[in-house]
Each structure stands twice: as structure tokens, then as C-alpha cells.
């Protein structure tokens, strides 16, 4: 199940209130600004900034 495009809408990052976008695989959402990825666990975004990892700018 992907998410609701209207979720992704209004999500941000939490740690610096950048756009999050869908990773390629649909595994996680990528902050643009800060690179911060946070996972989708259950078709549910995982938003925390202790739960991210940090992917860089290159492999978008």
C-alpha cells in the first residue's frame, strides 16, 4: 500500500521543517534540505530524527 499523496503533502522534516519526498524504492522519506531519511515501517511514516539515517545528496 503506498501512501496518501495528501499525507506527503503536509509532511515535513521534523528536525529542520524541509519537504520530504519518497525515496526510489518507497522505503523512506528524504528531507531535500538536510538529507535525512526517515523510514516507512508498516505503511507508516517513522518521523522521528532518532529513527533517520543520513543519505547523501549524490544518489537522488
Not at 509532511?11 to 535525512?36: A, F, I, R, S
Amino acid at each position: 500500500m503506498a501512501l496518501d499523496p495528501e499525507l506527503l503533502e503536509i509532511l515535513v522534516c521534523p528536525k529542520c521543517q524541509g519537504q520530504v519526498v519518497l525515496v526510489h524504492d518507497e522505503t523512506g522519506l528524504k528531507c531535500q534540505q538536510c538529507h535525512l531519511v526517515y523510514p516507512i515501517k508498516d505503511d507508516i511514516p517513522v518521523m522521528l530524527v532518532d529513527e533517520a539515517t543520513i543519505e547523501s545528496s549524490d544518489t537522488e
